[in-house]
């Protein structure tokens, strides 16, 4: 009967969107192509580990704690997302401050050699070639 009713509409030119599923998602997204997303942009990879053991240790305490599994998890997402930012904020601070002395250094220049400058960074600490 909805073989016939999906005739009836594609012969009144109209045409239903496609249904969407979970299923139809996670087969669309391959999770090779996450890894080499991590991999490119800098300090997300270690942002995203150190907030999933943040998460993972506050929702076991939480459980032991309160007993309640729900409790548990809304606080280890939370826990996660929070530490991940954090651990990704600071991570771009410490290479962009890294970058920035070592600009200094070459500008300055070591004895005898002429000043040089690193150009494959920008200010916030991300490379500009990816």
């Not at 979970?22 to 991999?39: N, P, S």
């Not at 305490?61 to 998890?73: N, W, Y």
């Not at 004895?111 to 150009?119: I, W």
């Amino acid at each position: 009967m909805s073989a016939a009713n999906n005739a009836d509409d594609a012969s009144r030119g109209e045409s239903r969107p496609p249904q969407r599923s979970f299923w139809g998602f996670i087969q669309a997204h391959r999770f090779d192509d996450l890894k080499t997303a991590l991999r490119r942009e800098p300090c997300a990879l270690e942002g995203y580990l150190y907030g999933m053991g943040i998460g993972g240790g506050v929702a076991i305490i939480r459980f032991v704690k309160k007993g309640s599994l729900l409790s548990a998890g809304n606080w280890g997402v939370v826990a996660f997302a929070v530490g991940a930012v954090i651990s990704k904020s600071l991570c771009s601070f410490q290479r962009a401050h890294y970058h920035a002395k070592l600009n200094t250094l070459l500008e300055k220049g070591l004895g005898s050699q002429p000043a040089r400058r690193v150009d494959g960074f920008r200010d916030d600490g991300s490379d500009k070639k990816q």
